[in-house]
Structures are given as C-alpha cells and as structure tokens.
DNA sequence: ACGCTCACG
DNA sequence: GACGTACGTGAGCGTA
C-alpha cells in the first residue's frame, strides 16, 4: 500500500519549530480553561497545521509530509563555535511545557513528526529534501527561514508559511543576491546576529553578495582577496579569513544525514477522527474542535465547561481552609499527589527548612499544591516532642515518610521538563534542592511576576501578596517559632501545626500564580519577565552557592590593627571632649560638640538636627567643622576605622562558611525597583573601595592556589545610555571617539580646551555627569560641590544649554511618568511611578527616581542579560562567575584560561544589548587579574 | 522598631 | 514663594 517515492511525488517538509515560536509570539498566553495550563502555542500551532491541511489540494498537494523539529539544545555546531547561538534568549518558561504537547498534536493529525537528538531541524530538512530530489521528486519546505534557502532549485522550493508565496530561485536571488548554490557564501560574509554566526565584520549581505558575484565564489574570494580595491574590504577579509571560514561551516546544512526513517514512512495519511478530536478535546480547544468535526463528518467530543482558572482563584470561590490540608505520610499518599501532578502539568512547591540560609540548613519538609484549596504538606525530618525537655527530643516525630525515598519520588517530578514548578522565591527552594542533588526546571516565580508586573507600587513578599492579591493573611510563622532566645526552628513545630502552615503556603503561591500568570501578557512584561527574571534565578543560584574564597587569617590581623587605632584615637578624643563618652554615640557627640564644647558651624549656620531632635553628626557636618577644631577629624577617623572593623573585617568572618571556606552572598531579585540586584547577608556589593585602608579589605577576597580572580566591569556605562536615550551627539562622539568624557563635558560648559583641563574644573564637570542622572537640582550639586547654591545653578543652567536634549529627555521621561504611571528601560521593564502625581516634597524625590529609574534600570537589565548569558560561553573554560556588583562581574579562573575568559566574557558583556536592543553608543568593558579582589579590580 | 551613619555603584 | 532634595541599595549601632 505504501507508495515508493519517486517521479510524480511530492514531499511537504514543515519546520515545526518556525510554526510553535511564530504561534508563541502571535497569541495572547491561553491557558486550559480547567486548570490553567499554557496552550496558547500549542492551540496556534494546531490551528496553523489545520490550515495547511485544508490549503494542501490542487497542483502543489503534498503525497508525502512531515513536521521537523529541532531537539536539544547542543550540536555539532556548537562543538565548532561554542557561541553558535549563544545570543538566544532562552525558551519562555511557559512555552516549555508546550513543546511535547506540539508532538502529540502533530502525531494526532496523523503526520510524521521527526526530531533528532543534537542536530538542527534545518539539517535532517536538508538531508530529506536531497533525498527526495534525488529520487526524482518535489519537495516544498514550509517556512521562511532564510537559513533553509540554500537548499532551493532542482526541484526544491519553500513556502512561506503566512504570506502563502512559494520561493524559488528567482525568490533567493532576491533575498540574496546570488542563487541558491551561492547563498551559504553570502552567510559566511554575512554573518548572522540571530544565530550569532561571525562572518566578515563591516560586510552585509549586499556587499557579500556583490563580493561573491564578482570573484564566483568564497574560496575564490578569499584566495584572492588581496585583489580587492576597497583597502577597508579587502583588509577584513584578509584579516578575518579563519573566521569566514568557519561562518561557512556553520552556516551549510548536513545534507547526508544517517536517518532512522525513510522517504515512504512519510506518506500522507488521512487523520483518524477519533485520535485528533480525542487530543483537540483534551486540550479544551472548543473551536478547533468543532471546526475539526465538522470538516471529518463525525460527532464533536462534549468539552465540559469548567470554572475558569481566575475565579478559582478568586478567594470567595474557594475559601482558605487550614483543616483541609493533607498531611502525606506514606509511599502510597505521595504516589496519588504525583499522579496528578502529572495529570496537571505544573505544581506549586515549597520547602519548610531549619532556618534562612540556603547554604547550612536542613529540610524539614515539603508542601506541594496543584490546585487551589488542595495542598498537602510532607513532613520529613520534624523531631519528636519531649514533654519533660523543654527543647525538645532528638527522635524524629512519627508519622514521617523516608527522607531519601520521598526525595526519590520527588526528584523526577522536579526535574521533568513538562512540569512547571512554581513557586514564591524559588532560587530559595531551588539552592535546597540542589543541594540534595535535585535541579528545579522549569520553574515559575510569583515573586518574580509581581515584580515584574507592579516594581515601584509594593514589596514581592508572600505576605504582601496574599493580602493584596487573595485577601487572605497568611498564618504568621511567629507563633509556631516563638522569638528571641526561646526561638525553635521549623523541625520542631508539631507535624499537626506545621501541615497548617506549609501547605497553606503552596496553595497561596498556586493562587497567586494562577492569577499572575495571564497578567504578565495584559500588562506587556511577558519579555521582561521571561528574558530578564525568570532566566536569571538558576544563574544567581549558582553564583550563590559557588562562594568567594576569604582569607579569615587577614582579616583577623586587620581586626586587630584597627582596634588599636581605635583605641588610640578614643583617647585623644575623650582628652579633647573633656570627659568620657561614648564615640559611637551621635546623641552624645552632638551633645558635646555642640553644647558642651560650644562648636559653631563655619558657615554661621546653627548645627542642624535630625527628626529626633538630636544634632546632625554626619561625615559632612563633621568635614566642615575640621576646619575650626581637632576633634571631628578625629571623629572621622574614627569612624572610619570602625565602620572597617564591625561591618567588614569581623562581620564578614562570621559569614565564612565552616565547609567551604568560602562566604555566600544571597541576591535579592526583586529588592530594587529599578532591576538591579541587592546583595545581602553579607551584602557583597559595597566592599570598601574608595579610601585606600578601606581597600585593603580586598585583599581577602581570593582565588584558590593555581587559579585567580578577574574583574570586568562596564565602562561609564549609566553616562553611555544616556547619551543613547537622550540622543546627545556629542556625547555619543566622545564616547566613540575614546575620549575622557568627564574632561569633554567640563571643556564644553567651560570653554577650557582639553589640553588645559585642569583637575578642578574636571572634578565639578564629573559631579554635574552623575547628577544629571540623579535627576539634577541645584541644591544637590551645590551640596555636593560645596559651592554656593547660585553657582550650582548656573553650572546646570549652562549644561542645559549645551545639551539641550538632556533636558528634553528629562522633561518628556516625567511627562511619561505623569501620564502613564510608570516610566520604561530599554529592555521594556517597567519602574512604576505612584507618587509621581503627588503633591508637596514627594513629588521631587518621585520626579528624580523616574528621572533616574531608565538609565539605572537599563544598566541593570544589560549586565542582566551579560549574567544570563554567561554560564553557556564559559562552560569550556576552568572558570566560575562569582559576584556581581552593579556594574562589575567577579570570576574565579585557573590561571592559565584568564586572558581567555577576559576574551569571552568581555564579549559577551560588550554585546549584551542585542539583539533586543541597538545602542547608538558602544557599551566598553576594563578587565583586571590577580591573587585577590584587590589586585583584580 | 527606627533613625543615623556610612559602605558601594 | 517655600518646601527640602541629588539616584539606588544593606548593615551595624545606639536609642527609644
């Protein structure tokens, strides 16, 4: 029956992958109407294969057909290049799940459907259409991938799926400028920032193919190139020949793949109604299903009309029920919730441990949800009650199941790619998986979706949401813990409390995340969410867990060399206060200073006071009255030293950590409104830098023996997106141009040529360069520079006038604030604005933070996307990225592979930006090695 | 718990 | 016209 493939056939080959990404993108994010699971592509992606079928008639029908999709992530490419599409973001979280779904649906229209591990769909596409040519058939390639279009001619031509035109040779001519047989020339030239193929920097398509018309083709071109007229040409394609070269390879398709199937396998096949209305129904497509039914003659499958997820979700429609949750003690308990786990597709999940610090504690237990009112809680290593010990027993509690062997059954659920696990900070939950050997994924965080959809309007915490978005308070955990030093950890709270408030927290993340989930879409942040957060919590994770290596032994010794400095300077001051007090002490310093002592300030002013009515003593007040006494300069330096001694050289020993020697900060995602991450316990962002003893802390930060620490931080990178957002030119032509871009600004407001800048009159230019990224005011820069107000004022004046398009970006970035709520980077995150509107002395500090929010907001999504790219391009290099510092990435690297990772991770943080966006100005990157964080920097 | 001070970008 | 201000963070300490 099968008929041989030959002359008179004609072979339909559709690039499933085009078809599921095209289908993602074109609709909003549909969910099953019963439970809330994606299907959006997958419902575009049925309805574009019922349109091909019902369009596949006449003089083009297909007598065979498959749909290819690409399967795996690494190829042979990759071993070539290990960039080859390192560019591309990574899948949506909740397209993931879908994939499989496209399979089931292709197979259900009874197609073949054919993927291989590690190879590109393009290549088993390439390696059929030969095949068929060969046999002396046609074939159509459904897409438009321009990739595809070197296989046109002979009998082969594409079809573009959503124009409906065919492409043929003269059609390739057109893309390309030369014919099929030339078209991967053209690409290696050409290069592709899609796939991130190198090809000839400066060299486009036009030029390629006009390149390769005149000399025939590439190898021609190349071993000729010294003919070339144009030096710039002729020069690049010299210099760039191995790179060419190897664009070219990855570029051409394998045509001569070994394949597990055979041309006849794919002959068109008529649907069985059965198979495809059963899938069609299953997914709760009620038009496709109708549509489908009507088309074969049979009876529709009665879809039943559930609640819609969100009024599930709705607190009235299921109220919040303590009681109801169950306690899963047993293999056989857990098995049913794993079934309908699967049933579901997705599972709310929450770990109970013995404490905050992912790095140390102990799981106590593990609550899952997959629909709201329904949640269970897996007590696993609660300990007993003792009733004669008030700390409890040291037995476990009864009623446990087996620790290893409910992470057992657990493990394959987390780890499956077609279950989402959600959750309310799930790098939290993640890091104690993973320290249990489990990989959370694919995962999705209602922390990160609120911050993505409301930054600016509230904090992310659980609590906030709950009563925000549910109604509902969460049961406090106080109570079951207790405060202080009578505090117990969550392993001994009774199994029976603990139930309560676990389970309780799944159910609300499930609920949240129900109705969370089709807002991203509403509120355009979907990318946002999906490029920038999501992807970013199993890099942080790693980040976190890695560690940076700190010497105790230095820190000790500068410990103790403080506290003698500090010694010695509290004696001096208390012999020049008159008595003893408390240096630490602002209320008593005041005191003194000002009351005792008589100190006026030197500006005649009366000593300012702080909302407590005690006197101000800050390092400015202070730096003014040196100049009238000894003492606030001892003060200083006081302070100094101890700022050094209790926050960084004890504090920080405390966070070392007894098993790896090494401290692990924990950043927080969804701390600052403007996207930049905020580093905690210990916070790792604001090491000392700026004084010289402060610097030396540093020096504790290390590499292991035989490896180093390089620093690459962005260059001036806030002032650059500035210049790009605000459209100056003539800071957009300093930047390009490499010149000192403080030295420009100070020559042009004071007509000073550079090669008589003097430092004094660069210092005031830099100020008023970061304050117009604060949001300028003329008191803040008078403040700053410690000039008269009027002169502040007249040094904004002037700026304004020579950059008048920053104060046009200023103007219309609070308009748009004013307008719309909320002010935008770049990469489309969105920085609400409530206080914008506002009246009185709010108002200022809203305009500043909008003012400011895109330009801080735009640095902090590029290192962002550098972060998320980064694990992929060093993974062949003896290196780890350690730490983050707002504008500056930490990595720890053997010795030997440090010039090669500045190399990789240089490039990737200088392109960072594309392909999403397209800086006027280009983003620039120092570099720094050495034994320590110190000599790195 | 809150304000002050100061460390960073 | 006065108000009170540079933007974004976290930690340690003193004070209430």
């Known amino acids: 029956m099968a008929q ?20 993602y993108h074109a609709l909003p994010p549909l969910t099953r109407k019963s439970d809330g699971l994606p299907v959006g592509a997958v419902s575009g992606f049925v309805n574009m294969l019922q349109r091909y079928i019902e369009g596949n008639t006449g003089p083009d029908a297909a007598t065979h057909v498959a749909v290819i999709f690409d399967k795996g992530s690494h190829t042979f490419r990759n071993d070539m290049y290990d960039q080859y599409k390192a560019n591309r973001e990574a899948m949506p979280e909740d397209l993931r799940p879908q994939m499989p779904l496209t399979r089931d649906a292709t197979r259900a229209f009874n197609i073949a459907c054919e993927e291989i591990e590690g190879f590109e769909a393009d290549d088993i596409i390439a390696t059929l259409a030969h095949q068929a040519r060969d046999a002396g058939g046609r074939v159509t390639i459904v897409s438009s991938d321009k990739d595809l279009m070197q296989l046109v001619g002979g009998g082969v031509e594409m079809l573009d799926p959503m124009k409906n035109k065919r492409i043929d040779n003269d059609g390739v001519r057109e893309k390309f400028g030369v014919g099929p047989e030339r078209v991967v020339d053209v690409q290696a030239l050409a290069g592709d920032s899609v796939d991130n193929v190198p090809g000839a920097p400066g060299i486009g398509i036009k030029t390629a193919a006009l390149l390769i018309n005149e000399y025939g083709d590439l190898e021609s071109l190349l071993d000729r190139a010294t003919e070339i007229k144009q030096p710039k040409r002729r020069l690049t394609l010299i210099d760039n020949r191995s790179q060419i ?25 008529d649907p069985d109604p059965e198979t495809l209305l059963g899938f069609l129904a299953l997914m709760e497509f009620r038009t496709i299903v109708k549509r489908v039914a009507d088309k074969l003659g049979a009876e529709a499958p009665v879809i039943e009309t559930a609640p819609q997820a969100a009024e599930v979700a709705a607190p009235e429609a299921v109220p919040f029920d303590a009681d109801s949750y ?20 997705y599972v709310a999940v929450d770990t109970e441990t013995t404490g905050l610090n992912e790095m140390i504690v102990d799981l106590v237990g593990v609550s899952l949800c997959v629909e709201a009112g329904q949640a269970c809680y897996i007590p696993l290593a609660h300990k007993a009650a003792a009733s004669d010990d008030l700390f409890g027993s040291d037995d476990v509690a009864e009623g446990q199941m087996d620790f290893d062997r409910c992470l057992a059954m657990l493990k394959p659920v987390l780890e499956d790619t077609s279950i989402i696990k ?15 050997d489990i990989t959370v994924a694919p995962i999705d965080d209602t922390m990160l979706m609120s911050y993505a959809m409301n930054a600016g309007v509230h904090n992310h915490g659980m609590d906030v949401l709950s009563d925000r978005y549910l109604g509902h308070t969460p049961i406090p955990i106080k109570p079951l813990l207790g405060t202080g030093k009578s505090a117990i950890t969550f392993d001994r709270v009774p199994v029976a409390d ?19 989930k089709p807002q991203l879409h509403a509120k355009r942040v979907t990318t946002v969410y999906e490029t920038l957060e999501r992807p970013l919590v199993p890099v942080l994770a790693q980040m976190e867990m890695h560690g940076v290596k700190v010497d105790r032994d230095t820190l000790s010794r500068m410990s103790n060399a403080f506290a003698q400095k500090m010694a010695g300077l509290e004696h001096e001051i208390h012999e020049m206060a008159g008595r003893k007090f408390n240096v630490g002490s602002p209320k008593q310093l005041g005191e003194i200073m000002f009351d005792e002592m008589g100190l006026e300030m030197p500006d005649g002013k009366k000593p300012s006071k702080g909302k407590t009515g005690a006197y101000s003593t800050g390092a400015d007040v202070l730096e003014d009255l040196a100049t009238i006494h000894d003492l606030p300069r001892r003060i200083l330096d006081w302070r100094q030293l101890s700022k050094l001694k209790s926050t960084y050289t004890d504090a920080l020993q405390e966070h070392i950590n007894t098993d790896t020697g090494r401290v692990h900060t924990s950043y927080s995602i969804a701390g600052a409104n403007t996207g930049r991450l905020a580093s905690t316990d210990p916070n790792l962002q604001n ?18 023996p035989g490896k180093v620490l390089v620093s690459l931080d962005y260059s001036q990178i806030e002032l650059r997106i500035l210049a790009h957002v605000a459209g100056i030119d003539a800071l957009k032509q300093a930047f390009s141009d490499g010149v000192d871009i403080h030295a420009m600004t100070a020559s042009e407001m004071f007509d000073v040529p550079l090669d008589e800048m003097t430092p004094d009159i660069r210092r005031q230019a830099k100020a008023i360069n970061f304050g117009v990224i604060y949001g300028i ?5 008078a403040r700053n520079l410690r000039i008269p107000r009027a002169e502040a004022q007249g040094f904004i004046d002037r700026y304004f006038e020579r950059f008048p398009g920053i104060r046009k970006y200023m103007d219309d970035t609070v308009a748009f604030a004013k ?30 933070a909008a003012i400011n929010a895109p330009i801080q907001g735009t640095a902090a999504d590029v290192i962002r996307r550098a972060m998320i790219r980064m694990p992929a391009a060093i993974s062949d290099l003896p290196a780890k990225m350690l730490l983050q510092v707002h504008d500056e990435l930490i990595f720890e690297v053997d010795e030997g592979s440090a010039d090669a990772l500045i190399d990789t991770a240089r490039d990737i943080m200088e392109n960072a930006s594309d392909p999403a966006v397209k800086l006027d100005v280009k983003l620039s990157v120092d570099a720094g090695q050495g034994a320590n964080w110190a000599e790195a920097h």
């Open 4 to 23: 041989q493939f030959g002359k008179g056939c004609h072979l339909h080959l559709i690039d499933g992958s085009a078809f599921i990404f095209r289908a």
């Open 498 to 516: 603990a139930v309560k408030y676990a389970a309780e927290d799944a159910d609300i993340t499930l609920r949240l995340w129900q109705q969370f």
């Open 777 to 781: 005011s003329g008191f803040g820069l």
């Open 422 to 436: 959600i959750g309310q900070n799930m790098k939290y939950d993640s890091k104690i998986f993973k320290r249990l």
């Open 687 to 704: 090491i000392p830098v700026r004084s010289e003893e402060g610097r030396r802390i540093r020096e504790a930060f290390v590499a292991e």
């Open 245 to 269: 070269e190897l664009s070219k390879k990855l570029v051409q398709l394998d045509c001569d793949m070994e394949l597990p199937f055979d041309l006849d396998s794919l002959e068109v096949r």
């Open 819 to 848: 307008d719309h709520g909320y002010v935008q980077t770049l990469f489309g995150r969105k920085i609400n604005t409530p206080e914008i509107n506002a009246k009185g002395p709010h108002a200022g500090f809203a305009k500043r």
């Open 326 to 345: 169950e306690c899963v003690s047993d293999e056989a308990a857990l098995q049913v919730w794993i079934d309908r786990i699967y049933e579901r597709g």
